[in-house]
T-cell receptor
Framework: KAGVTQTPRYLIKTRGQQVTLSCSPI?????VSWYQQTPGQGLQFLFE???????NKGNFPGRFSGRQFSNSRSEMNVSTLELGDSALYLC?????????????FGPGTRLTVT | EDKVVQSPLSLVVHEGDTVTLNCSYE??????LLWYKQEKKAPTFLFML????IEKKSGRLSSILDKKELFSILNITATQTGDSAVYLC?????????FGKGTKLTVNP
């Protein structure tokens, strides 16, 4: 089976812009979660989608949003980018168990905000 | 506020040594505790623990959870250079997953 894929792998944006990141889960996996990883804060949970519905949510502002399509692919959007949004964004997919069970991570999207 | 604390933050050992990594937590409505290994970018799953006192084992790695004292340990015996990585502990509860800052393990030949 192909692993979790994320596009793009690298992205440079300017403060104030918005960005959309994409994640394709492992075939058959219905749960997709998003994470932000920075050297200072470590790995932080953003949200989880399951069958096109947001099922769990972390403590991030409303500028961070996501959605999931009927084929389980997911997108994450960040509006009004700030310098502090520079990070590695990881997505992970899981079979029906979801967030609290075994997850498979993608390679990440490195976002740099200038 | 939910929190997960890992110790030590970094550790340098020689091949063949045994290491113990610690994870303590305070999480509302505990669901599970997970260990991941992160070498480059993508963390890879090691163990999921939900019941207290049950040891999970895979080769040289093992882990145990103490739900009364709210901690878990990850043991690696006969370490190899390929074990060098950041080991992440994550605890699920109250609709979110909280990660510790990780323990960076370096195994020297």
């Amino acid at each position: 089976k192909a692993g979790v894929t994320q596009t793009p792998r690298y992205l440079i944006k300017t403060r104030g812009q918005q960005v959309t990141l994409s994640c394709s889960p492992i075939s058959g996996h219905r749960s997709v979660s998003w994470y932000q990883q920075t050297p200072g804060q470590g790995l932080q949970f953003l949200f989880e989608y399951f069958s096109e519905t947001q099922r769990n949510k972390g403590n991030f502002p409303g500028r961070f949003s996501g959605r999931q399509f009927s084929n389980s692919r997911s997108e994450m959007n960040v509006s009004t980018l700030e310098l502090g949004d520079s990070a590695l964004y990881l997505c992970a997919s899981s079979a029906s168990g979801g967030l609290f069970y075994e997850q498979y991570f993608g390679p990440g999207t490195r976002l740099t905000v200038t | 506020e939910d929190k997960v604390v890992q110790s030590p933050l970094s550790l340098v050992v020689h091949e063949g040594d045994t290491v113990t990594l610690n994870c303590s937590y305070e999480v509302t409505n505990f669901r599970s505790l997970l260990w991941y290994k992160q070498e480059k970018k993508a963390p890879t799953f090691l163990f999921m623990l939900t019941s207290s006192g049950i040891e999970k084992k895979s080769g040289r790695l093992s882990s145990i959870l103490d739900k009364k004292e709210l901690f878990s340990i990850l043991n690696i015996t006969a370490t190899q250079t390929g074990d060098s990585a950041v080991y992440l502990c994550a605890v699920g509860g109250s609709e979110k997953l909280v990660f510790g800052k990780g323990t960076k393990l370096t195994v020297n030949p």
